[in-house]
């Protein structure tokens, strides 16, 4: 059986729900750390990957060298007027979080929203 990895979705700034979500992706990998994982950060969430704002960059980076893409919506980006050089590095700039969603959901990926 292949598996077709998970998307978790962020949108809000509380870094408690942050944080639960980050731990979410951790405990997965742990369990099952051959299958892809794509975080997409939108709305209040983007300051989880604003690098002067992140008061968790450092496990947002971890979770990027154990392979798991982290991707922002660039249309929240230019609403809250951020620029790419700002975001913690290697984040991914995605058009829309919403089109990045379906898009791996029709690629067969499951959707978790912590």
Do not use: W
């Not at 700034?13 to 990998?29: C, D, F, G, T």
């Not at 709305?43 to 991707?71: C, F, N």
Request: proline share 4%; aromatic share 2%; hydrophobic share 40%.
């Amino acid at each position: 059986m292949i598996e077709q990895g998970v998307v978790f979705h962020i949108n809000e700034s509380s870094v408690q729900k942050q944080r639960s979500a980050l731990k979410n992706i951790e405990n997965l990998r742990t369990e099952m750390p051959e299958i892809p994982v794509e975080l997409v950060v939108q709305g209040d969430a983007i300051t989880l990957v604003v690098d002067r704002e992140s008061s968790l960059k450092s496990e947002v980076k971890m979770l990027q060298s154990q392979g798991v893409v982290v991707a922002v919506c660039h249309n929240t980006m230019r609403g809250k007027g951020i620029d790419e050089t700002e975001l913690v590095g290697g984040v991914k700039i995605v058009p829309s979080a919403v089109g990045e969603l379906v898009r791996r959901q029709q690629q067969g990926m499951a959707y978790i929203k912590p």
